[in-house]
């Protein structure tokens, strides 16, 4: 994984290079590692395998989706971005994270080859949501940390108000019961 | 025999932001730039308008409008780059200025305003220019950003 560098630019840079996908939300481009996502899907081939969550604690996640077995709170890339409402159309399942984000395209998959570190000057939740910027097609973007757009207090706040239902939309989808 | 004491008396940049003239001490700034690319993306960090890409170092866009005028200020083709100070590091940020900017020697005299951000004044042909600190007039406007917030909520 690239490592972040300070804010600039080095001459030669040898530091590995790392494969992202550049989705969009709304009027905005964001760069995300493809490590971290298991699958991309469009948001109709999801059908009955969503549910709805009993108490959505969380404006950003009203929704569980259950993929092969694991299940996974929806996550809407607008309202965790704090930007207006956009149109997704497909959803980021996340690798190492119980999230799946909901986006408005794929853009791109391409190559990182430098992240730089954010500003100090950006002292808000930007800290959590990014890993640093990236500069790629002479564009500066946001490269997101994955383990950001849920935090584990968010992730206990889910699981205190909706006790058990992670874990119940894989068995009930996995033994065939309707969700 | 005489002393050039031209050395010893401090140099300031007089800038504009929206109408009024401000001053920075020639030691934190580094550059005026024109025209660059400004590049946005989500965050929620006050004050900053987006980044520009500045001989391969990101350099935040920060309006001193807020802290300065009580609202952002007008839009600006010309940025000017100054040192930061943050705690433990020091940082460029770019400030974006109406018009171009001057760089004028002179002596700082007491501030006569009451704003704490103003540091002193500049006699400059008899009109007198605020000499900012910088990072409390950042402070300032990150302040009265984040109070508006509450209000605005309140009322909507």
Same mark, same amino acid.
């Given at each position: 994984m690239t490592q972040p560098v300070s804010s600039s630019l080095t001459p030669r840079d040898t530091r590995p290079r790392e494969q992202v996908a550049v989705f969009s939300i709304g009027q905005y481009s964001f760069v995300i590692s %493809? %490590? %971290? /996502?298991q699958e991309i899907r469009s948001t109709d081939s999801l059908g009955g395998a969503v549910m709805d969550l009993? *108490? @959505? +604690?969380? *404006?950003? +996640? *009203?929704h569980i989706v259950e993929r092969d077995s694991r299940s996974y709170y929806v996550v809407s890339g607008y309202e965790h971005f704090r930007l207006p409402q956009s149109r997704p159309t497909t959803v980021l399942i996340l690798r190492n994270a119980p999230a799946a984000i909901l986006v408005d395209q794929i853009e791109e998959m391409a190559e990182m080859r430098v992240l730089l570190a954010l500003p100090? =000057? !950006? +002292? &808000?939740e930007e800290r959590t949501w990014y890993r640093g910027l990236t500069v790629l097609d002479r564009r500066v973007l946001p490269v997101v940390n @994955? /383990? &950001? !757009?849920? =935090?584990s207090r968010e992730l206990k706040q889910l699981e205190d108000q909706n006790p058990g239902m992670l874990q119940f939309a894989a068995a009930a989808r996995h033994q065939g019961g309707h969700v | 025999m005489s002393v050039d004491n031209s050395s010893h008396i401090p140099s300031f940049v007089v800038f504009q932001i929206g109408k009024r003239r401000v001053a920075l001490s020639q030691n934190c700034v580094a550059e005026l730039i024109a025209s660059p690319v400004l590049f946005s993306f989500p965050h929620t960090?006050?004050?900053?308008t987006g980044i520009v890409l500045r001989r391969g170092r990101i350099v935040p866009v920060m309006d001193l409008g807020p802290g300065l005028l009580g609202e952002p200020s007008p839009l600006a083709r010309f940025f000017l780059v100054v040192e930061r100070q943050i705690p433990n590091v020091s940082e460029r940020c770019a400030i974006p200025v109406q018009g171009e900017c001057e760089l004028v020697s002179g002596s700082m005299l007491p #501030? #006569?305003?009451?704003?704490?951000?103003?540091i002193g004044t500049l006699d400059l042909n008899e009109e007198h220019i605020d000499i900012l600190d910088l990072e409390k007039v950042i402070a300032a406007g990150a302040t009265r950003i984040t109070d508006s917030v509450p209000a605005a909520e309140a009322l909507s």
């Amino acid at each position: 994984m690239t490592q972040p560098v300070s804010s600039s630019l080095t001459p030669r840079d040898t530091r590995p290079r790392e494969q992202v996908a550049v989705f969009s939300i709304g009027q905005y481009s964001f760069v995300i590692s %493809a %490590a %971290a /996502i298991q699958e991309i899907r469009s948001t109709d081939s999801l059908g009955g395998a969503v549910m709805d969550l009993d *108490r @959505p +604690v969380l *404006r950003k +996640v *009203r929704h569980i989706v259950e993929r092969d077995s694991r299940s996974y709170y929806v996550v809407s890339g607008y309202e965790h971005f704090r930007l207006p409402q956009s149109r997704p159309t497909t959803v980021l399942i996340l690798r190492n994270a119980p999230a799946a984000i909901l986006v408005d395209q794929i853009e791109e998959m391409a190559e990182m080859r430098v992240l730089l570190a954010l500003p100090h =000057s !950006f +002292v &808000g939740e930007e800290r959590t949501w990014y890993r640093g910027l990236t500069v790629l097609d002479r564009r500066v973007l946001p490269v997101v940390n @994955p /383990i &950001g !757009f849920l =935090s584990s207090r968010e992730l206990k706040q889910l699981e205190d108000q909706n006790p058990g239902m992670l874990q119940f939309a894989a068995a009930a989808r996995h033994q065939g019961g309707h969700v | 025999m005489s002393v050039d004491n031209s050395s010893h008396i401090p140099s300031f940049v007089v800038f504009q932001i929206g109408k009024r003239r401000v001053a920075l001490s020639q030691n934190c700034v580094a550059e005026l730039i024109a025209s660059p690319v400004l590049f946005s993306f989500p965050h929620t960090s006050p004050l900053i308008t987006g980044i520009v890409l500045r001989r391969g170092r990101i350099v935040p866009v920060m309006d001193l409008g807020p802290g300065l005028l009580g609202e952002p200020s007008p839009l600006a083709r010309f940025f000017l780059v100054v040192e930061r100070q943050i705690p433990n590091v020091s940082e460029r940020c770019a400030i974006p200025v109406q018009g171009e900017c001057e760089l004028v020697s002179g002596s700082m005299l007491p #501030a #006569a305003e009451r704003e704490n951000f103003v540091i002193g004044t500049l006699d400059l042909n008899e009109e007198h220019i605020d000499i900012l600190d910088l990072e409390k007039v950042i402070a300032a406007g990150a302040t009265r950003i984040t109070d508006s917030v509450p209000a605005a909520e309140a009322l909507s």
